[in-house]
């Protein structure tokens, strides 16, 4: 894997920030954009800008042929059955959205258990919360050990036969942790209960296989896989997408309309109302492209050294808590002695690194660490060694600093 040929891709990182060679470590939030995806956006708005699945002219059928050609991209990528199983939403949020209205809504009661984890983004929290307040469910939540990790052991204590539902992400965008996800959907299938993965952190760095996994949901994001933003996927088992009602209605979803009925297009149209994120769906059609020709294994192999020599080289600081299990994903999250994270990141900013600080839409999370907030630096296939000592001696830097105002 050629790294630096890699970066010659991404036209974004060949600039300077406050004087510095920008080094970009905030990929968890939102990954950059390679020439091949710019390329194929600017493609369909010059020469195929047309509306899908309406017309028969020429224009019409180019982007509608993009289009759908980018689905069949997305079901192989994650090995989806058919690509009825693929609908296109606006992004990981809306994904967990409609299967919390849709499925959830329709196919919970009072006395059904949602069980989910500690380590969620609200964006896998807030909708089981609005779930379970409108269907009599409980909400529940799976211990988490010291580590941020999942005990299976404690899976299998906390699923019963009352839990209708379990959500969980594939890899925590603050521990990193990278959840046991196939093994948690056998137990939850044990107990009748269906599986849904939040992949925000999973599909653009780990080989993603739905029918291996036996996930009944998959959600993820374009942006943070080299997409465009605005465009994401909700896979989910035939059998259940078909028993689903659509959660917006209007044009492009629908069979026939009469003026007191109407009904619904088949899979996977009856999801995805209006005019569809046709731009969006290509682009992220580049992006796995572009993912595929670089190897997913070799980006995972490539992650993993990053995250070990980060690891390494952040433990020589000082008065630095890393939070996380040993093996994780390409991010470390963590905090300096004395040093709140937002000063800590703007400290960095000035040298010309970008890493993310707050709560990282997990305030759950930070409740369990005890802290209010943390830094959290995250890497991709564009990164490097020489990025993570820019950061490690950005932080030095930034404890000296500290160190002599106070």
Not at 321 to 328: A, D, F, L, N, V
């Amino acid at each position: 894997m050629d790294v630096q040929a890699i970066r010659q891709q991404f036209p974004i990182l060949n600039q300077e920030v406050n004087g510095h060679p920008l080094v970009y470590l905030d990929s968890s939030a939102t990954s950059q954009k390679p020439l091949p995806v710019i390329e194929a956006l600017d493609a369909y708005y010059r020469e195929d800008n047309s509306n899908v699945h309406r017309g028969v002219h020429t224009l019409g059928t180019r982007a509608t042929e993009k289009y759908e050609g980018a689905r069949e991209k997305v079901r192989r990528f994650i090995n989806a059955s058919s690509t009825a199983e693929v609908i296109f939403t606006r992004g990981t949020t809306t994904s967990i959205n409609t299967v919390a209205y849709s499925y959830a809504r329709s196919n919970m009661k009072s006395g059904d258990e949602i069980l989910i984890t500690p380590m969620e983004h609200h964006s896998n929290i807030i909708p089981w919360q609005q779930a379970a307040k409108a269907t009599g469910a409980t909400l529940n939540y799976l211990p988490l050990q010291p580590d941020g990790t999942i005990d299976l052991d404690d899976v299998r204590q906390a699923i019963t036969d009352s839990t209708k539902l379990v959500a969980v992400a594939h890899v925590s965008n603050v521990l990193g942790t990278i959840n046991p996800v196939k093994e948690i959907a056998q137990i939850a299938h044990q107990h009748g209960a269906v599986l849904l993965v939040d992949g925000a952190q999973g599909a653009p760095h780990i080989k993603v296989d739905v029918q291996d996994m036996d996930c009944d949901f998959y959600a993820f994001s374009g942006h943070k896989m080299c997409g465009p933003t605005g465009i994401g996927v909700l896979y989910g088992k035939r059998e259940h997408l078909e028993a689903m009602e659509p959660v917006e209605f209007g044009g492009e979803m629908i069979d026939f309309v009469n003026l007191y009925d109407s009904t619904w297009k088949e899979l996977p149209w009856k999801f995805e109302g209006g005019t569809p994120i046709i731009a969006g769906a290509i682009g992220l059609g580049a992006a796995i492209d572009f993912l595929n020709e670089v190897g997913m294994e070799n980006i995972a192999a490539h992650e993993h050294r990053l995250a070990d020599y980060a690891m390494e080289k952040m433990r020589t600081i000082d008065g630095i808590t890393i939070y996380g299990p040993e093996k994780r994903a390409a991010l470390v999250t963590f905090n300096l002695d004395d040093v709140h994270p937002h000063d800590a990141s703007t400290a960095l900013d000035a040298e010309g690194i970008a890493v993310r600080a707050g709560h990282h839409c997990a305030q759950p999370l930070m409740k369990w660490l005890n802290v209010t907030a943390t830094a959290r630096a995250s890497f991709y296939l564009y990164n490097t060694e020489e990025d993570i000592d820019r950061l490690v001696d950005g932080l030095l830097k930034t404890k000296e600093y500290f160190g002599d105002v106070f």
